[in-house]
């Protein structure tokens, strides 16, 4: 499998002519991406910054987990980076988590963490590529002092009812005078466990709705752990989290009921909050790498989803902390085959993946590929700050307007449909990534 990456430098203010501008550009930029030098360029951009996003336009292509796996094992070797975060829940990552980092009571191997994971969709972090990963951290932990071993975490929201039993259990053994009070708390949340839809149904019928008693815990966790020191610390935080998964997973799903953005973006920010979170809980100098879909690491604002009001952790992370400490690279796929399902819940299988269309982003690159004989992967360097279509020509910029095809892990038939093109809103919105990699002809995991 043979890489390429594309640069491209924003220097001059004059229009180049160009008989063919798209097509002249990657022809003339192209670099193979398996050429050392080439690898250790895109390291060496990345390295320096607090946060690394890496994407993906399936949840079920192995290129995308192999290269991210790649380049995470380089930042964490070579320039020191402290955890990876993922798309994945707060309690079924936890056992992955305490394996890498030799803590009490983790399984006996990575495969083993990652088959307790009974959540849909399994194949998204139970894998093949996953247990390699796992191993290789514990592995690099192994003669690391415990505070300077690197972990592995998941930032989404879908844990709420284990996270929920995992808050109870925790005072149960540490603070038993108070476990009946968090049970109060959580009282009106209990009798759904298990069904989200219930909730929703309950509060669709203007039933009152659990969300006091849920920021009650949290409150109450977050004076514990301002107070306390040493391990006792630690376990307040994971405790910690657990309730804020449960209160964000709580808003996520009263938002439901909602019309508007308001949903996804209680979602998105429990994403960007753990993530900061993790910064905090590993320490002064901690930097952070993210693996999650494109459409939640890709700056909102650059797509049609910025329009709806829809933010990210792309967005979030760059506003918060500023562009120049985050890179982006997202992912994007010619054809193949993918794994996904055609409903929620149901049965996986191996799906195709159609043809690029004409126009897009990984057509370009599909047949650049061939052209040159290049192989699967390809990387752009960020085009223009805010795809300025003073500096390139304005038919660069609608092309690449129209980049990423974007999959769901649920697709109707046996081929897949796109989710989203993004698409910049216009010539002042920033880049929805640094860079950008497509791969040609991709497969399942």
């Not at 415990?146 to 844990?159: A, C, K």
């Not at 309950?202 to 949290?218: D, I, T």
């Not at 792309?314 to 085959?337: A, S």
């Amino acid at each position: 499998m043979r890489l390429i990456l594309l640069i491209f430098v924003c220097a001059a203010a004059v229009l180049p002519v160009w008989a063919n501008p798209v097509e002249t550009f990657f022809a003339t930029k192209a670099q193979a991406l398996n050429d050392r030098a080439a690898m250790e360029g895109l390291i060496s951009a990345m390295s320096e910054r607090r946060l690394v996003l890496l994407g993906e336009a399936t949840h079920g292509t192995r290129e995308f987990y192999t290269v991210r796996d790649r380049i995470s094992r380089q930042l964490i070797e070579k320039h020191g980076f402290s955890f990876i975060a993922v798309e994945g829940d707060w309690t079924a990552l936890l056992p992955l988590d305490r394996y890498v980092r030799h803590l009490p009571g983790a399984p006996a191997s990575a495969r083993e963490a990652l088959l307790a994971i009974d959540r849909w969709p399994l194949w998204m972090w139970a894998n093949e590529e996953m247990v390699d990963l796992g191993e290789w951290l514990r592995a690099f932990n192994k003669d690391r002092m415990p505070e300077d071993r690197v972990g592995i975490h998941g930032i989404d929201v879908y844990g709420l009812w284990r996270s929920m039993r995992a808050v109870i259990e925790f005072y149960q053994e540490h603070f038993p005078e108070y476990a009946d009070s968090v049970r109060e708390y959580y009282s009106r949340l209990q009798p759904f466990e298990g069904n989200n839809s219930a909730y929703v149904r309950h509060l669709f019928q203007l039933h009152p709705s659990a969300r006091q008693g849920v920021e009650q815990v949290v409150e109450k966790l977050q004076q514990r752990h301002r107070s306390a020191a040493g391990a006792q610390r630690s376990q307040l935080f994971t405790a910690k989290q657990h309730a804020k998964v449960v209160r964000s997973a709580e808003q996520h799903l009263r938002y439901n009921i909602m019309e508007g953005p308001h949903s996804w973006n209680a979602r998105a920010r429990h994403f960007a909050d753990t993530t900061f979170r993790l910064l905090d809980y590993y320490g002064e100098g901690s930097r952070g790498i993210v693996w999650a879909h494109n459409t939640h690491v890709g700056d909102a604002r650059a797509t049609s989803m910025g329009v709806t009001g829809e933010v990210n952790i792309g967005q979030i992370v760059r506003q918060q902390i500023g562009p120049e400490h985050v890179f982006i690279l997202g992912f994007g796929t010619g054809t193949g085959q993918v794994l996904a399902a055609s409903n929620w819940e149901s049965e996986v299988r191996t799906m195709t993946i159609p043809n690029p269309p004409q126009g897009t982003l990984e057509g370009l690159l599909m047949a650049l590929g061939e052209a040159t004989d290049c192989g699967c992967f390809t990387v752009i360097a960020q085009w223009c700050h805010g795809f300025n279509c003073h500096i390139v020509p304005s038919e660069f910029c609608i092309i690449l307007s129209m980049i990423t095809r974007q999959f769901r892990a649920i697709q109707t038939g046996s081929a897949l449909r796109c989710l989203h093109l993004f698409a910049a809103n216009d010539a002042t919105s920033p880049a929805a990534f640094r860079t950008y990699a497509a791969v040609s002809a991709a497969m399942t995991l």
